[in-house]
């Protein structure tokens, strides 16, 4: 059985007997494969064959034995970090619970035993914690979750991180790793960036009032998405309809009727990612360079400016989740989110349902679901990569085994709609998965951070189509960054 049809059976399985879906994040099939099923039989026989046949891992953990080794991981608690990747006991919660067995069991294979330590919510004090430790060459941390962006351009290109490809045991072309999202992320000569089944996306998605859509008579926005007619046209007619002045007095606030929101600015840029407009490409060396000055980018900017002047557009006054205005108010289509903060929607009374970030139009061929989150890193100085490079591959290898079914089982049957919809569109979203490589390197940086976020900076907040001279005020900057970028890496992979 392949890979496809495993997962296919497993999500029949999963709405047929409340069992788990296996999927795998390294998954490339087309979207016309992710939003359809094939029935299957689902007794015992079938499923057992679904187990027999799935690929086994190569390490040889007869023989190795690591003494009660240590390994240490830094983490940041945000994003998926902070419910779906640790667990230092069980405690009842299926999530949990079989994380802490994969670890358990990768412990007893190995003779380890796997430690975490916090960081905190930001990605500034992760540096704090990482960076001495590299200067001064000790041997601390093992593995690194880190953030969608903050310092993988400072990490990568100033020797902070270890070369992946020299991991033993590691086998980057098995079916629990994405090595081509891996490509995508690689600037240089090796790889620092590790995508696998461990780490677990953390796409935004767009998640719409059932109730609404059915209240202004609207199309059913899930056969929109099967029919590949979820497009940006779609998205900005069904908000602008959503648009209400409940009160009549002239003025749009928090009590009226609203079309789409989100709760910080950074949820708009997967507008861009979703409709194929990406900040960089790469030229024929295989560099990165500018690649946001469209007629694409331009019409985006139309867009939205266009959405903000007339208050489809909802900005809250913070970015606390206090001030946030909500599907669960009955006076908003769309609210945006990460898929992991379905644990923020769990007690909401509404009917509601989640969408991919909607295609540019019909002629573009796939959906795109921009993964916002971390990336796992090694840092430079470990002194035992069998170790590390073991572990990593067990870790992979068993997080398709039972923590993404489970991830699925509790995000589907626990956190939103319990119907085959959302079965769909969740495996529709992990095999869209995509990175924004700019972004992920330079999102922070002067000049090009502003081109990253300039469709809520400049359409959204100011409410300004005038993408041309906003783009040639960060140019020169932009491509400075860029240029240091490969002007430090190179010279970090000729000395490593």
């Not at 016309?32 to 027999?52: G, L, R, S």
């Not at 086994?56 to 983490?75: I, M, R």
């Not at 929101?261 to 997967?270: L, P, R």
């Amino acid at each position: 059985m392949n890979k496809k049809q495993l997962r296919n059976t497993c999500l029949q399985l999963a709405l047929l007997l409340t069992a788990s879906a296996i999927v795998s994040c390294g998954s490339s099939d087309k979207k016309n494969d992710a939003v359809t099923t094939t029935p299957v039989d689902t007794n015992v026989t079938q499923t057992q064959e679904v187990e027999a046949q799935r690929p086994n891992h190569k390490v040889p953990t007869d023989s190795l034995d690591f003494g009660g080794e240590e390994l240490l991981q830094l983490y940041m608690e945000w994003q998926g970090y902070q419910f779906y990747f640790f667990a230092e006991e069980e405690n009842g919660d299926v999530m949990n619970d079989a994380i802490y067995r994969r670890n358990r069991k990768v412990e007893e294979d190995l003779n380890i035993k796997i430690k975490k330590e916090s960081c905190g919510t930001n990605y500034m004090q992760q540096n704090d914690s990482l960076r001495p430790t590299i200067l001064a060459n000790e041997d601390v941390y093992d593995f690194i979750f880190g953030h969608c962006i903050g310092y993988n351009d400072t990490w990568s290109s100033e020797g902070y991180l270890y070369n992946l490809d020299e991991l033993p045991y590691v086998d980057m072309n098995a079916e629990w790793w994405n090595k081509a999202q891996m490509d995508v992320l690689r600037l240089g000569e090796n790889t620092y960036f590790a995508v696998n089944d461990m780490m677990i996306p953390c796409p935004y998605v767009i998640f719409f009032s059932k109730d609404m859509v059915t209240r202004l008579d609207m199309e059913d926005p899930y056969q929109l998405v099967y029919d590949g007619r979820w497009t940006l046209d779609k998205l900005t007619e069904m908000a602008r309809a959503a648009v209400n002045d409940v009160n009549g007095d002239g003025k749009m606030t928090e009590d009226d009727s609203w079309g789409i929101t989100a709760n910080e600015i950074s949820k708009y840029i997967s507008f861009m990612t979703g409709s194929g407009q990406y900040i960089t490409d790469r030229d024929a060396d295989g560099k990165i360079r500018l690649a946001l000055n469209t007629e694409k980018t331009q019409h985006l900017m139309e867009i939205f400016s266009d959405m903000a002047k007339n208050n489809v557009i909802y900005m809250p006054p913070s970015m606390d989740r206090s001030d946030m205005l909500t599907l669960n108010s009955d006076r908003l289509m769309f609210q945006m989110d990460a898929i992991s903060d379905a644990e923020y929607l769990r007690d909401f009374t509404v009917d509601f349902g989640f969408l991919p970030f909607p295609k540019y139009d019909e002629k573009q061929e796939d959906y795109i679901s921009l993964d916002w989150g971390g990336l796992l890193s090694v840092p430079c100085t470990i002194t035992n990569p069998e170790m590390i490079g073991a572990a990593m591959e067990l870790l992979a290898w068993g997080s398709a085994e039972e923590v993404i079914p489970t991830y699925y089982d509790t995000i589907l049957t626990g956190k939103l709609a319990r119907d085959e919809n959302s079965v769909k569109m969740m495996d529709l979203l992990f095999d869209t998965i995509t990175y924004e490589i700019g972004g992920s390197y330079f999102g922070f940086a002067n000049g090009f951070g502003d081109l990253f976020y300039s469709l809520p900076r400049l359409a959204i907040e100011k409410k300004s189509a005038d993408f041309s001279s906003f783009y040639q005020s960060k140019l020169k900057m932009s491509q400075r960054t860029i240029d240091k970028f490969y002007e430090k890496l190179e010279a970090t992979e000729s000395v490593n």
